[in-house]
């Protein structure tokens, strides 16, 4: 139980184009989900929450108009990179909570903006 | 400011060599503090939660324990497939009624056969 999915797993984009990564929690209906992005050799830095239905709440220093969360549904939330440019270049991670309690994490997205 | 610390950075084990990861924190309005495993190219996996100091969780090789101040993962007789870095987080209120986690670096994991 517990799983949470991603896609796409990588995708490479070009500079100021707009990439959407989509994060669904499959077997289990997610109150609240995260978005963190991590740098090679770093840690998790959360990025923003959101729950179902309400705006994201993000994390300071992150730039809400740059990174666009949609929370639709209790199993599919959605992050779209506007206008990616190379140092947004990173390894992209959701999670989502049934409760406020333990986060289970998806597989990750890498992108990379040439 | 939270901060979670953990140490060391790196740890190269035997096979069969038992040891301890240390995770040390300073936060405000501690909720529960968790360990998670990742593997390169992978999100990070679900082993423990602690909520109170004395308390101990257990999952095969591994054991957990808690203290007010910090976290030990311990690994008893590691086999090579254990390889991993090892998280720790800290779970702490963000506001209304979300709970955010803060990770620390980690700890790199290499078990040799």
């Known amino acids: 139980g517990a799983v949470v999915s991603q896609h796409p797993s990588w995708v490479i984009c070009k500079s100021g184009t707009s990439v959407k990564i989509e994060c669904r929690s499959l077997?289990?209906?997610?109150?609240?989900m995260f978005w963190y992005r991590q740098f090679p050799k770093q840690s998790l830095m959360l990025m923003a929450t959101s729950n179902e239905g309400s705006k994201a709440t993000y994390e300071q220093g992150v730039e809400k108009d740059k990174f666009l969360i949609n929370h639709a549904s209790l199993t599919l939330s959605t992050l779209t990179v506007t206008s990616a440019h190379p140092e947004d270049s990173s390894f992209y991670i959701c999670?989502?909570?049934?409760?406020?309690?333990?986060?289970?994490f998806g597989p990750g997205t890498r992108l990379t903006v040439l | 400011e939270d901060q979670v610390t953990q140490s060391p950075e790196a740890l190269r084990l035997q096979e069969g060599e038992s040891s301890s990861l240390n995770c040390s924190y300073t936060v405000s309005g501690l909720r529960g503090l968790f360990w998670y495993r990742q593997d390169p190219g992978k999100g990070p996996e679900f082993l423990f939660t602690?909520?109170?100091a004395g308390e101990e969780k257990e999952k095969e090789r591994l054991k957990a324990t808690l203290t007010k101040k910090e976290s030990f993962l311990h690994i008893t007789a590691p086999k090579p497939e254990d390889s991993a870095t090892y998280l720790c987080a800290v779970q702490v209120r963000s506001g209304g009624s979300n709970y955010k986690l803060t990770f620390g670096k980690g700890t790199l994991l290499t078990v040799n056969p």
């Open positions: 077997d289990f209906q997610a109150t609240t």
């Open positions: 999670s989502a909570s049934l409760n406020t309690d333990t986060q289970y």
């Open positions: 602690l909520y109170s």
